[in-house]
């Protein structure tokens, strides 16, 4: 997980070398658990492991980010869906309350923090929709965008924009409002269009194609 966070976070930048030797020592861990570590983020396409040779944190494929972001913006949509039919008002009390703390990232300024409450707000969106499991497969193919949107959360209006997009999506699902949910999920999950766009030109040394 702190390995997961670093290479999110670009503490540890596409193209960075990585020991199993080193990470072992820096976690102060044996290296059968960084081996294993490695091993899962390189199923997530994170790391690409080379034998006898340094892993290196795999640079960003855009080809893979549009194979990834398609199956993401199919399940939540349908997730999208469901919440508006099946939430509990105490669901939907939960998801709107989640927006305080947003806010208070935005105005502090705290890319980490909206990072982790972004992801929170999309798993309670599958937990309100009785759809907890589909939150492991956006999960899954959220890790291989999620440097991208560290990019775009760094941006001047990155996280008021997210803000809007989430405060919108909740007057929706409040309304029981599908069409409008799902038209403010899917401009929500767009938003990675003119990030990729940018960071692509910007930090190309990030990406292989």
Partial sequence: ERLHA???SLRLPPGSKLSEVEIAKM?????????????????????????QRA??????????????RFIRAAVEVEV??????VASPEDLDLIKASLGPQK???EAADTKLMHELDYAFHRLICEAAGCLPAFRTI???????????TLELSGDNGM?????????????????????????????????DKTLSRASEKYSEYFED
């Fill in 160 to 192: 008021t924009e997210i803000l809007e997009d989430h405060t919108n999506i909740v007057e929706a699902l409040t309304a029981r409002d599908e069409e409008k949910a799902v038209l403010m999920t899917r401009k929500h999950l767009s938003r990675l």
């Fill in 6 to 8: 670093d290479i999110i």
């Fill in 139 to 149: 999960a899954e193919n959220k890790a291989h965008t999620d440097r991208v949107c």
């Fill in 27 to 51: 976690y102060d861990v044996s290296r059968q658990p960084v081996r294993e570590a490695f091993l899962r983020l390189g199923e997530l396409n994170l790391l690409q492991i080379r034998p």
């Fill in 104 to 106: 208070q990232a935005v």
């Fill in 55 to 68: 892993t290196l944190v795999k640079r960003i494929s855009l080809q893979d980010l549009e194979t990834t």
């Fill in 80 to 85: 999208i869906r469901r919440a508006c039919q």
